[in-house]
């Protein structure tokens, strides 16, 4: 989930407006930026910042530096909500870890674009509404670019992938041709990817 995570900070900015916006979207990607470093040096990069015991540590920490610097014990709940809601978006457009050793789920709607973008735009714009109503100045322009760049994460995804537009399978393929042609979707099953099976 991309933009999703980012309505989800809004609605915890709703919730607590002396929080800073800046806290909470750390809070809300804060997975992916523990992912991304992970990256270098394990193959389970995934496991240990996704599955569920990695987000609930995440989240706790999250929490306590805000407790740490002052903070509410509230707000510091709202954070760590924040967080903790991170693994059902991504479960909702991916496949993510339970555990360090358990099984994989998810519904990979990011076969589905249509889908994921009115989920993922859907959170990100009531969000948004909440905010506002709540009196936080989250300017239109916002709006525009988180839908841009949604819709951009999701054309770089389908370069060259399957997915789904209703009950049809396409696969597009920009170096041959702009337009999507008809395809026989290859079954993916939800699982840890290949080496560990390694991350994705």
Known sequence: ???????????????????????LIVAAYLPDIVREPATLVT??????????????????????????????????GVLALVCL?????????????????????????????????????????????????RGVAIGRGWLALG????????LSMYAGAEFFIGKHEWMWEPSVSLVPRPHVLEKTPCGPPTPLRSSG
């Open 85 to 133: 809601l991170h693994w059902p978006a991504d479960v909702f457009t991916g496949c993510k870890p339970t555990t360090f050793h358990g099984p994989w789920v998810g519904l990979i709607s990011y076969r589905r674009p249509i889908n994921d973008l009115l989920v993922e735009g859907a959170i990100f714009l009531g969000g948004w509404l909440v905010a506002r109503r």
């Open 1 to 23: 989930m991309v933009v999703g995570h980012f309505g989800i900070a809004q609605f915890g900015k709703a919730a607590r407006r002396e929080l800073p916006l800046a806290w």
């Open 147 to 154: 839908f841009a760049v949604q819709v951009v994460f999701l």
């Open 43 to 76: 193959t389970r990069h995934e496991v240990l910042s996704h599955s569920l015991p990695a987000v609930a540590v995440l989240a706790l920490a999250v929490a306590a530096l805000w407790r740490l610097r002052g903070g509410t014990l509230a707000a510091a």
